[in-house]
């Protein structure tokens, strides 16, 4: 599933995978201590050449029209990783409420380097 | 093991297998070249088989792609601390515990080079240092602070309270002159055609 519709009066509203990882994006490099998004080699370069933005944030919808996010990150140096991932998945799941208004099941950490 | 791993590897092994045997056949002269030549020439001989052929070799390309990208895949998932948070999960791959312990060296300036290794395993983590230590170190006083810092650091950012198990070892110490000497080599620039004096 690309995105999650909801239905209004005057018709549906879809939201695309692409959105909420960019809120996801946002949200996640705005809590300090997170130093970049991280992700895969490829990925880094189709966004490069703008092919794709946040490919590295892994959305999913499921058939109940829950969210499963997995996000990875390089964390600065000298902050607590765990703290850093709470404050992370806390953020990210105030901003996508807060826009949304979509039911999240899981936002999922992936810590994939330490830098200065 | 998962369906689809134990079709891999059995599919793998049948190939190797069958490779084997064409090989000990040929080597026993159970078939001769020509048979070789004549299959080939079979294969080419119209463009039913033709086609065949090819879409075997892209599905076998395709299949090896897909394997190799599970098999890869579930070594990277594996190479990760995990724990459980009450909004998801959160994994912490080595290599960013490496980068962390890599920072250390600079905390430290007897150190010259730091490398390390880290396995996560079911009784706690195991550290492997590789260092490359200054002359005017003192190794005992040295190694021990190390442990000590890198122990510290790991539960300190990483919030782990499993054993964590710091093995050090030195590979060599570069002696002040070594140091000197490089230096002067980067300080002395090369003069282009320097070589060609006058006689």
Same mark, same amino acid.
């Given at each position: 599933m #690309? /995105?999650? @519709?909801?239905?209004?009066?005057l018709g549906s509203v879809r939201i695309h995978k692409n959105v909420v990882a960019s809120i996801a994006s946002i949200a996640a490099l705005d809590v300090e201590g997170v130093k970049k998004i991280g992700g895969k080699f490829s &990925?880094?370069?189709?966004?490069?050449?703008?092919?794709? #933005? *946040? &490919?590295?944030?892994? $959305?999913?919808? *499921?058939k109940q029209g829950e969210v499963k996010i997995e996000i990875p990150l390089v964390i600065k140096y000298d902050f607590n990783?765990? @703290? $850093? +991932?709470?404050?992370?998945q806390e953020n990210v799941r105030a901003g996508l409420e807060r826009m949304t208004s979509l039911s999240l099941k899981d936002i999922n950490i992936n810590v994939q380097g330490i830098e200065r | 093991m998962r369906f689809f791993?134990? %079709?891999?590897? =059995?599919?793998?092994? $049948?190939?190797?297998? =069958?490779?084997?045997?064409?090989?000990?056949?040929? /080597?026993?002269?159970?078939? !001769?070249? !020509?048979h070789i030549s004549d299959t080939l020439a079979y294969l080419q001989s119209n463009n039913n088989s033709k086609m065949i052929t090819g879409m075997t070799g892209f599905l076998l390309i395709l299949i090896s792609f897909s394997f190799a990208q599970l098999i890869l895949g579930k070594f990277q998932r594996?190479?990760?601390? &995990?724990? *459980?948070?009450?909004?998801?999960?959160?994994?912490? +791959? =080595? /290599? +960013?515990?490496?980068?962390?312990?890599?920072?250390?060296?600079? %905390?430290?300036?007897?150190?010259?080079?730091?490398?390390?290794?880290?396995?996560?395993?079911?009784?706690?983590?195991v550290v492997d240092l590789r260092v490359v230590l200054k002359s005017e170190a *003192?190794?005992?006083?040295?190694?021990?602070?190390? !442990?000590?810092?890198?122990? /510290?650091?790991? !539960?300190? $950012?990483?919030?782990i309270e499993e054993q964590i198990m710091i093995r050090i070892h030195v590979t060599k110490i570069i002696t002040g002159e070594d140091k000197r000497k490089k230096e002067t080599e980067k300080e002395q620039p090369s003069i282009p055609f320097g070589g060609y004096g006058r006689v």
């Amino acid at each position: 599933m #690309q /995105s999650e @519709e909801s239905r209004t009066d005057l018709g549906s509203v879809r939201i695309h995978k692409n959105v909420v990882a960019s809120i996801a994006s946002i949200a996640a490099l705005d809590v300090e201590g997170v130093k970049k998004i991280g992700g895969k080699f490829s &990925c880094r370069i189709l966004e490069r050449l703008g092919i794709k #933005q *946040n &490919c590295a944030i892994l $959305v999913e919808f *499921n058939k109940q029209g829950e969210v499963k996010i997995e996000i990875p990150l390089v964390i600065k140096y000298d902050f607590n990783v765990p @703290e $850093v +991932a709470d404050k992370v998945q806390e953020n990210v799941r105030a901003g996508l409420e807060r826009m949304t208004s979509l039911s999240l099941k899981d936002i999922n950490i992936n810590v994939q380097g330490i830098e200065r | 093991m998962r369906f689809f791993s134990v %079709i891999g590897v =059995l599919f793998y092994a $049948v190939i190797i297998i =069958l490779v084997g045997v064409t090989l000990i056949a040929f /080597s026993f002269g159970l078939f !001769q070249p !020509q048979h070789i030549s004549d299959t080939l020439a079979y294969l080419q001989s119209n463009n039913n088989s033709k086609m065949i052929t090819g879409m075997t070799g892209f599905l076998l390309i395709l299949i090896s792609f897909s394997f190799a990208q599970l098999i890869l895949g579930k070594f990277q998932r594996e190479k990760t601390i &995990c724990f *459980n948070t009450s909004s998801g999960e959160v994994t912490i +791959a =080595l /290599s +960013a515990v490496e980068d962390l312990i890599r920072r250390i060296a600079g %905390i430290m300036p007897e150190i010259k080079e730091l490398r390390p290794d880290v396995i996560a395993t079911k009784k706690g983590i195991v550290v492997d240092l590789r260092v490359v230590l200054k002359s005017e170190a *003192n190794i005992p006083e040295l190694t021990a602070r190390l !442990q000590e810092i890198t122990k /510290s650091k790991i !539960q300190e $950012v990483l919030g782990i309270e499993e054993q964590i198990m710091i093995r050090i070892h030195v590979t060599k110490i570069i002696t002040g002159e070594d140091k000197r000497k490089k230096e002067t080599e980067k300080e002395q620039p090369s003069i282009p055609f320097g070589g060609y004096g006058r006689v």
